[in-house]
């Protein structure tokens, strides 16, 4: 990212930034001081409220009064997002979470070597398990000979079977103690033979040798079933191999990084991790992950969750968009019956698959992602469908993709919102609450360059990332424009060349203009754009160029009559003017 921020930046000493010029008379402010009020109550909220037990008719007054008191609701949404993510590597983590990951791998490489993943043994190996616990029982104790020999020849005679399941249980025992006598010799070498036989299907050996080993007395068969057991243990010698989005178990140090995922999200608790890890794996098996990713949903939910840019630690962007759920055929088509909501949820665990297989699992790279949230006239907890999904969604994530969120910024934020995280937050842990980051609407994009460079943010959120003539590594340049002020800002120009810029004020509400003043004395200032009020049109971008042909300056100049600060972004690029 260091290297893509520079790129297309104007150059330091060609770029004079005039401080901002405070005006001789400041405009009235009356309106825009006045208190904002905040949204209606919608009418199922009391009802709803009551439902979910998720806070009480006083809370939620004290909370709008509150609101209305302070005149911007904004300033009581919660601010956190101290987090700071900790290092992948093992040499950096402490003596105890050091010993805490060997313990780990030691539990994991035995249950590698037990096939105890999942249920992902091989049959032949099942087979050979239980079989083995009769084969002793057979060689060691007599007595239980007789009682398999009984068994057996039940199994072979229909009178036996009957007589077996009507018969109360002194008949039966006084039944089998008679017949032991009788079929010792003969039934013992039926025992064996049936050893012998499963033993040899076991291990593959050709269809010829099961009649020959029914034949053979038991001091010649004991050498052969030694030979079998002894192929057996070879095979379980064989380690599982388990992969988890993409990375095999203990195959090399990037599954050190799957490991310490588990083991934080469990406080360093080994058994805990252990645990589940083993869930997991048994979940992704179940669920069918490995097909699920193959899979194709359509294009119906691209706008409602996506991959944008890239945060200034190198984070890639998850977008959720609930707002998009207010298309009435769009949420009909995702959630009118289970049907549709396990296909959304499968669609959503799809999504975050790919995008983790995308990540660097490498010792200090880059192995989660940043979350924001876009709150913008979302259905919320009205919508019963979209709560039931999402809920069922937020719990699968939790339990089987630990530690994959750097960061949660939640943006747009409405008043109803704020009540309800002021109840769930005392359940949180504070590890989690440092990751979260609230914004209202007018400080949503200021919260978002906090954490995302400009040109990596999207023009719908305030920022310049659109297709056009510049790209996401264009660096962008901030300034902050005070209230009641002029800010100009001067692009000199020493040959003749083509000047093309982007620029836009967040919330716009300003005036902008745009002029060349040429160098030479006798030379005429030039208006590129009269000064106009821009209003406040979400993702207005100014796009303009100019073909200079002589030495000067491009001047821009932008007028905040408001009384709040303004972001003003900006960008320009220079090309030969032959071009």
Same mark, same amino acid.
């Given at each position: ?36 009020? $905040? ?199 064989? $380690? ?122 490498? $010792? ?93 943010? $999207? ?121």
């Amino acid at each position: 990212m260091a290297d893509q921020v520079q790129v297309g930046a104007p150059p330091a000493d060609k770029v004079v930034v005039v401080p901002d010029v405070p005006l001789a008379e400041k405009p009235p402010v009356a309106a825009a001081a006045a208190a904002k009020e $905040p949204p209606p109550v919608p009418e199922s909220e009391e009802e709803l409220v009551k439902q979910k037990q998720v806070e009480d008719a006083e809370a939620l007054e004290t909370k709008i009064s509150d609101a209305v008191a302070d005149g911007d609701d904004e300033e009581k949404v919660p601010q956190s997002g101290h987090y700071k993510e900790e290092s992948t590597r093992v040499a950096d983590l402490l003596e105890n979470e050091k010993k805490a990951v060997e313990e780990l791998k030691v539990l994991v490489r035995e249950a590698l070597n037990k096939h105890e993943f999942g249920g992902f043994a091989m049959p032949q190996q099942q087979q050979q398990q239980q079989q083995q616990p009769k084969d002793d029982s057979a060689k060691e104790e007599p007595k239980p000979k007789a009682e398999a020999v009984t068994e057996t020849v039940a199994e072979t005679k229909e009178e036996s079977i009957a007589q077996a399941e009507t018969g109360d249980d002194e008949e039966k025992v006084a039944t089998a103690t008679i017949r032991s006598d009788a079929v010792e010799d003969d039934g013992a070498k039926t025992v064996e033979a049936i050893e012998d036989t499963i033993v040899s299907v076991s291990a593959s050996v050709q269809p010829e040798q099961p009649p020959e080993a029914a034949s053979k007395e038991p001091s010649d068969a004991k050498p052969n079933v030694e030979g079998k057991d002894a192929e057996t243990v070879s095979n379980k010698v064989l $380690p599982q191999e388990v992969s988890i989005w993409g990375i095999p178990l203990l195959a090399d140090e990037r599954s050190d990084v799957i490991l310490l995922k588990f083991l934080r999200a469990r406080d360093f608790k080994v058994k805990e991790a252990f645990t589940m890890l083993q869930n997991t794996i048994r979940w992704r098996k179940e669920f069918g992950i490995d097909e699920l990713v193959e899979q194709n949903f359509g294009n119906d939910l691209e706008k409602v969750v996506f991959m944008h840019g890239f945060d200034k630690e190198g984070h890639p962007v998850c977008y959720n968009v609930y707002g998009e759920f207010q298309n009435k055929d769009l949420y009909q088509k995702t959630f009118s019956d289970e049907e549709k909501r396990q296909n959304f949820l499968r669609w959503r665990i799809q999504f975050l698959e790919k995008s983790i297989r995308k990540l660097d699992f490498s $010792p200090g790279g880059i192995c989660t992602i940043v979350q924001i949230n876009d709150l913008k006239n979302s259905p919320g907890l009205t919508k019963w469908e979209l709560r039931q999904a999402t809920k069922q969604a937020l719990q699968l994530l939790q339990d089987n993709y630990p530690e994959f969120v750097a960061r949660q910024v939640f943006i747009n934020v409405p008043w109803w919102y704020l009540a309800v995280n002021k109840m769930i937050s005392p359940f949180l842990t504070q590890r989690t609450r440092s990751k979260f980051v609230f914004a209202g609407p007018s400080k949503s994009a200021e919260n978002l360059f906090r954490y995302i460079a400009a040109e990596q943010v $999207p023009v719908r959120y305030g920022g310049l990332s659109k297709d056009g003539e510049f790209g996401n590594t264009d660096a962008v340049t901030e300034i902050t424009v005070k209230p009641a002020a002029k800010h100009t800002v001067e692009f000199p120009v020493t040959e003749a060349c083509l000047l093309t810029w982007e620029v836009r004020v967040v919330g716009w509400e300003v005036n902008y203009g745009a002029e060349f003043v040429p160098s030479g004395e006798d030379s005429y200032t030039i208006i590129i754009q009269k000064s106009k009020k821009v209003g406040c049109s979400e993702g207005e971008v100014v796009c303009d160029n100019f073909k200079v042909g002589e030495p000067g300056k491009v001047v821009l100049t932008i007028h905040n009559p408001t009384s709040k600060k303004k972001k003003l972004l900006y960008r320009l690029k220079t090309m030969p003017a032959s071009a």
